[in-house]
């Protein structure tokens, strides 16, 4: 089967078992401050567990040890119509190495190669104290920020997100979310209707994005590690049948580019 072939097919597939699905709850934008935050970081985090662990996933593919599935979505997201992907894979490093390198400005590049590197340097709109989120101490372990980042996309329009990264270096687990902030008002056009009346622009899109790695059992230099991406680019012109297609090999294409980053040189 040619690209393009299995590409159509397995968004057809897609469609055709979205209305057999039960979707995934997904977690909609919330107004993100010093009130809400530890309430909304501890329901990411969850979110992204339950995710992990729930069943009725479409499998898109499953080569090169990277298996790759998607389900419908339910809850404020769910008429877009736009699919969760989570990816599971083996990487050839320790775990915490991975996982050390992923929470950095160069980490975030191997994530989201799309956005503007150069916000990923930035300060965030706002960070949170997390002595006592998660237990108490080891706040240089934990971090709770509001980040804005700009996506340069081909044949769009510039994108925004704005979302809160809750990062717990202690059981290495990172999750990123779209939300309302002050720092950046706004939100997508499924966020509460407080905040539609409010012009984005750029372009406010959505993310729901986890990361974890577990060390291999026998294998100090091996790591497992598990992928959640939601991604809605909140454009007319984009069909959700495209952005399904654009989510396709994203969490795939990922891996690889771990896997590239410490690949011994030959």
Not at 17 to 35: K, R, W
Not at 36 to 55: G, K, L, N, R
Not at 85 to 98: H, I, K, N, P, S
């Amino acid at each position: 089967m040619q690209v393009h072939q299995t590409v159509y097919f397995l968004a057809a597939v897609l469609a055709s078992t979205a209305n057999a699905q039960v979707g995934e709850p997904l977690i909609g934008e919330e107004l993100i401050d010093a009130n809400s935050v530890y309430a909304f970081a501890d329901a990411a985090i969850a979110e992204a567990h339950t995710i992990w662990s729930s069943d009725g996933w479409t499998v898109l593919s499953n080569t090169d040890g990277v298996l790759n599935e998607a389900k419908p979505v339910s809850g404020v997201f769910a008429s877009a119509n736009v699919s969760v992907t989570r990816a599971t894979a083996e990487v050839d490093v320790a775990a915490q190495t991975l996982f050390d390198l992923l929470i950095t400005p160069k980490g975030y590049q191997l994530i989201d190669p799309l956005s503007n590197p150069e916000d990923f340097g930035k300060d965030p709109l706002e960070t949170f104290p997390t002595d006592n989120w998660r237990g108490s101490g080891d706040a240089d372990k934990k971090r709770l920020e509001v980040a804005r980042v700009e996506a340069f996309l081909p044949n769009l329009t510039t994108r925004e997100f704005v979302v809160l990264n809750e990062i717990d270096a202690l059981e290495r687990i990172f999750v990123s979310k779209s939300v309302e902030h002050k720092g950046d008002p706004g939100c997508s056009i499924y966020g509460p209707d407080s905040c539609r009346g409010i012009s984005s622009d750029p372009v406010r899109a959505l993310n729901t994005f986890a990361v974890s790695t577990e060390p291999v059992e026998g294998d100090a230099n091996k790591c497992t590690v598990r992928l959640i991406n939601y991604a809605d680019l909140s454009a007319p012109e984009v069909s959700a049948e495209t952005m399904n297609q654009i989510n396709l090999n994203f969490l795939p294409e990922m891996v690889e580019r771990f896997r590239q980053h410490f690949a011994t040189p030959t």
